[in-house]
């Protein structure tokens, strides 16, 4: 390869890993190109999955600052960078591999760090966001059908409550009236007829 095209390979695989949300890195010795073609289909609008020479890889990945990944750049390496979810793509992947026995996968890179064939593998059995946006929704909807039930509940015990209220007003409103059957208890103070008393001895003392 002519000094030129391997600058411009380089380059290529510089901003596809710069580009990308997580890379996987795979083995793809004894695949066919017709199983290639069904792979990239399958990743289609998750990954992009293009086979590099190891030594350009190498080269990319220091330029890229991605780390880690040298041991992986060994026999026949294909990589899928990822741009959509990771979880979709490692899902894809992972199907693959298990229905073709010549790939395989040995490992990855997401989030600064290099990932193992079993953190790659844990990521494909996530639930994808679509999946979980789903639930979430659905989770919503639950609880908004309680919450509406909850507030339909109150307003008629409310409506309960108020009639009940309504039925004992006029025995509520009689309540008061029995301070005031004290009143003539109180009256009686004053029926102390000392007073007058007095004023009935004066004539006495008059006649004297």
């Keep these: 390869m002519a000094r030129a095209d391997k600058t411009a390979a380089v380059a290529e695989i510089v901003e596809q890993f710069n580009g990308s949300t997580a890379t996987v890195i795979?083995?793809?010795?004894?695949?066919?190109?017709?199983?290639?073609a069904e792979l990239r289909r399958s990743l289609s609008g998750a990954a992009t999955y293009a086979v590099?020479?190891?030594?350009?890889?190498?080269?990319?990945?220091?330029?890229?600052?991605?780390?880690?990944?040298?041991?992986?750049f060994a026999g026949p390496t294909?990589?899928?960078?990822?741009?959509?979810?990771?979880?979709?793509a490692a899902k894809a992947i992972k199907k693959f591999a298990k229905d073709h026995?010549?790939?395989?996968?040995?490992?990855?890179?997401?989030?600064?760090?290099?990932?193992?064939?079993?953190?790659?593998?844990?990521?494909?059995?996530?639930e994808s966001r679509e999946v979980l946006l789903a639930k979430m929704a659905g989770a919503m909807?639950?609880?908004?059908?309680?919450?509406?039930?909850?507030?339909?509940?109150p307003a008629s015990q409310m409506a309960r409550l108020a009639a009940a209220l309504q039925e004992k007003k006029p025995a509520s409103e009689a309540a008061p009236a029995a301070p005031a059957a004290e009143a003539p208890a109180e009256a009686e103070a004053p029926a102390e007829t000392e007073a007058p008393a007095e004023t009935?001895?004066?004539?006495?003392d008059a006649a004297e």
């Design 26 to 36: 795979t083995e793809y010795r004894g695949l066919t190109v017709a199983n290639l």
């Design 52 to 72: 590099a020479k190891n030594t350009l890889v190498k080269l990319a990945a220091a330029e890229a600052g991605v780390e880690g990944l040298d041991e992986l």
């Design 78 to 88: 294909a990589i899928a960078f990822v741009q959509g979810e990771p979880v979709d």
């Design 101 to 126: 026995k010549a790939l395989v996968i040995k490992g990855g890179y997401m989030d600064g760090r290099a990932l193992t064939v079993a953190e790659v593998e844990r990521i494909a059995d996530l």
């Design 141 to 153: 909807k639950a609880n908004l059908s309680k919450a509406a039930g909850l507030f339909a509940a």
């Design 200 to 204: 009935a001895e004066a004539p006495a």
